[in-house]
């Protein structure tokens, strides 16, 4: 089992409460500090502070050449984005929404992700790819989308899904600090939501860990979903279930070793991912937990996700979203007589 | 020195000058004739629905304020390039939006209470264009529905139903979309496609000044107008505050599409005088100045003034003030009735045939959500 030494006991003169669009923030404020190379653009990102304030404040502090406006075109700012990879810059790209990325797909799959295989590692992509992602704000259609298995089905991209401040912050000088191209997937709905940072930790990418203590099943959850799992495992305490919870953090690489100890400690183990469920990170999960822990699970993989339908208008949202209570239906059906 | 995008010694078609006098300048000589189909009864409308657009636009902004929609997409300033082109459109024709053209939609018979019904957050999509004057969905990814309108017309090439000779039954399209949508490779491939198949079609770009808080000077360092001439097609910039100009250029390439004689672009110069959406805020990206340079041009002031200048009736405007009251209470009465649909509509059409999958993923939910009333009875 990894272990990741993430919370350091003593508190530390870098240690700050703020939310995770403050922590992104920092993050790029922090790396584009430390590395000249290091470029921000997108739509909206330069005056306006980006559409959630998370560029806030970067045009007027480091130029515009640093951080900058591009006309409305994701398939330009990425491909724009790779040229400047080839020649030793360090892009840090938004895609306004998560379904305002599609139009950037050619040139993720084709060129960002495939670039060092294509050159024998001669010329590497590091490019990190920011979008905010998910429901639960409310959203109008294509602004909603979990769109995390795309990427993670694409061989050459790293993928990473924060759930708090801290996460936001350290996995995002990480990624920006990696050779290879990153998706950053930046969960919406989780924005506004607080949380203290120390700007002295590292998180590797591909690290995950436990998050909440249990014996007697284990929640894998990741970006949006965290919340949720921690919820429900507090909920499940005061009708004696002791639920343990993993958040992920990054999705490629996936961390098999931590998730496989914590399932075989307990024995069962709940997904639990906003996306639809079919053919999704979440089945992959499941795949990998069912083979490789088999000899210690007491029932099935349960998974709890979306719907396989398109993300549902904002005032039906919440019968399209995963909940505490979907994710206590799930674990009340694992086999607890047995 | 480049011209750019806002560059106005481009010929710019104006009929109605900014205090409301008629004066067509030089390049709007050719579309007076189109101008003079107009009566005194299509000016009084012209008038009618920009007044009643704004008034209701701002009874949306309100509804949002107070919670009761999730969004609102305000057109206030670009009344006369929507309300001028829309006029220009036949029953026959199709009509493929951006999201901010309310007034084209309700021109066409579309009940505005549906875009409110989508923003309010319960429907995506909400109405059938075959039932409301072939006015298409709201698109909100940027210029893809520029490329769904030429396809749409080369169908009209394919069915026989454009070029036959005959005003009354040629169809054509009219595709709106943003200064910063011209910037998608969607946009520009639409105009590939569009001048290679010679399609009845018109473009007609809303140039308001931003995309959110990005100038058109990020988008073109040429004016859009005479980006269509590169692209092969005939192409027109036009005062995009003055009606007549935005009826008039319509009207001609609209005739000029039905009659096969292919495809045109029109840049409408306007300006997005309110935020971008309600979840936007202009003061941290522009000045008060240009704004208030605009306001100046406004499109309702300066076709008031024209009528004034020939001697409409008080009573009219008076009508037409109590027109719009009307109609704005009478769209919120009905938004705030507005009920939920029922919570399984979700699994709707998702495909055209059952599908295995979603019926059990169904079949739960119902299951699922009733162990709920259960419970509670
Ligand atoms: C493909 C895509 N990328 C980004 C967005 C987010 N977005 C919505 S509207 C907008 C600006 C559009 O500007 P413009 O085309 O000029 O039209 P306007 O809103 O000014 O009418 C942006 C960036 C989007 N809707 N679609």
Redesign the pocket.
Known sequence: MTMIQDRPMAASANRETMTMATAVNRALGDAMADDDTVLVFG??VGALGGVFRVTDGLTARFGERRCFDTP?A?AGIMGMAVGMAMNGMRPVVEM??DA?AY?AFEQVVSHVAKMGNRTRGRVRMPIVIRIPYGGGIGGVE?HCDSSESYYVHTPGLLVVAPATPQDAYSLLRSAIRSPDPVVFLEPKKLYWAKGEVDTSLEVPIGAAHVIRAGTDATLIAYGTSVPIALAAADAAEEEGRSLQVVDLRSLTPYDDATVDAAVRSTGRAVVIAEAPGFASVSSEIAARVSERCFSWLEAPVRRVTGFDIPFAPPKLERYYLPDVDRVLDAVDTLNWDA | MAANSNDFSVPTVQLLAPDGTFAPNEAAEEFVPYFERLTDADHERFYREMVVIRRFDREAANLQRQGQLALWVPSHGQEAAQVGSAFATRPQDHIFP?Y?EHVVGKMRGLDVVDVLRMLKGLTLGGWVPEENGNFHLYT???ASQTLHATGYAMGMQFDGATATGDPERDEAVIVY??????S?GDASEALVFAASYQTPQVFFL?N?G???SVPASRQSRTPFALRGHGFGMRSNRIDGNDVFASYAVTAKHLDDARAGRGPALIEAMTY?VGA?TTADDPTKYRLDADLADWVAKDPIVRLKAYLENRGVAQSFLDDVEQEAADFASDARKRALEVVAPDQDVIFDNVYAEANATLVEERAWFEAYEASFEEAQS
């Open positions: 739509e909206d409305l994701e306004q929404f305002f139009p294509h | 951006s901010r909100l990814v940027l979309f943003g200064d910063g949508a011209s998608q809303q308001n931003w995309a959110i997005r971008h």
